[in-house]
C-alpha cells in the first residue's frame, strides 16, 4: 500500500491564484482530513470527511473548499491564494470516524503565496 | 473548549539524560489523548495513546485526569529522538486537536 499520498509536494502560488492539493488514500480509510501546520501554532483542522460525499469543516476553512466523490481522494481548492495561506499542508486518513482510531499522514506539500 | 497546550517550544537535553515533555489538555469529557512525532524529513506519525498503554521507542506517557496532563516522558534520551513533538487529543467528534507541539533536540 502506498498509504497516503499528496500531490505536489512543493508549490509557489501568486495572490489571487488558484490551485487544487491533492490528496489519495489506498486503504480504504472511511475518513479524511485536512490540516495546515504553522510555526508556533501546531496543525490546525481545516476540512474533513467522514465518507464519501460527506464533508464538513474544521477550524480554519474559510478560503478552501472540498470536495469527496470517492473514498480515496480528497482534494482541498485555494480559491484565491492570499500570502496568509502560505503553510504546510496535511492529508490524513483514518479507517474510521472513530475518535480512537489512528490517523495516517502525507507527507505534506509546502505552499508558498507571493 | 477543547485545548491542548504544550508550553516548551524547544527542549534541549544531552544524550542520556531523562526527556520529559509536557503537555497540558483541556476538556470537559474524557478524551482520547495521542502523541504524534515528526522525524526530519518524514510524515507525521503516530507514537503512542494513552488507550493502549503501550511504551514505543522506550516512551511512556501516563494521563493524569485530576492535573489533565499527558506528559511524554523517556529515561535515556537518544540522539535518534530528536524530533517535533506533538500532543494531541480527541473526543467524540473524532476530530484531532493538536498543541502547538515541542522540539526536542538531543545533543552527543
Known amino acids: 500500500n502506498a498509504g497516503v499520498t499528496q500531490t505536489p509536494k512543493f508549490q509557489v502560488l501568486k495572490t489571487g491564484q488558484s490551485m487544487t492539493l491533492q490528496c489519495a488514500q489506498d486503504m480504504n480509510h472511511e475518513y479524511m482530513s485536512w490540516y495546515r501546520q504553522d510555526p508556533g501554532m501546531g496543525l490546525r483542522l481545516i476540512h474533513y470527511s467522514v465518507g464519501a460525499g460527506i464533508t464538513d469543516q474544521g477550524e480554519v476553512p474559510n478560503g478552501y473548499n472540498v470536495s469527496r466523490s470517492t473514498t480515496e481522494d480528497f482534494p482541498l481548492r485555494l480559491l484565491s491564494a492570499a500570502p496568509s495561506q502560505t503553510s504546510v499542508y496535511f492529508c490524513?486518513?483514518?479507517?474510521?470516524?472513530?475518535?480512537?482510531?489512528?490517523?495516517?499522514f502525507g507527507p505534506g506539500t509546502r505552499l508558498l503565496v507571493l | 473548549a477543547q485545548r491542548v497546550t504544550q508550553p516548551e517550544k524547544l527542549l534541549s537535553v544531552f544524550k542520556g539524560a531523562p526527556v520529559e515533555l509536557k503537555c497540558n489538555y483541556s476538556?470537559?469529557?474524557?478524551?482520547?489523548l495521542f502523541w504524534y512525532v515528526q522525524y526530519s524529513r518524514q510524515r507525521l506519525q503516530l507514537l503512542l495513546r494513552?488507550?493502549s498503554r503501550e511504551s514505543i521507542k522506550g516512551f511512556t506517557a501516563d494521563l493524569n485526569k485530576g492535573e489533565t496532563s499527558f506528559h511524554l516522558k523517556k529515561p535515556f534520551a537518544q540522539e535518534e529522538d530528536s524530533a517535533m513533538y506533538y500532543c494531541a487529543l480527541t473526543d467524540s467528534s473524532y476530530k484531532l486537536i493538536f498543541g502547538s507541539g515541542t522540539r526536542l533536540l538531543v545533543r552527543p
Open positions: 490524513a486518513s483514518s479507517s474510521t470516524a472513530q475518535g480512537e482510531e489512528t490517523q495516517y
Open positions: 494513552h488507550i
Open positions: 476538556y470537559s469529557g474524557s478524551p482520547e
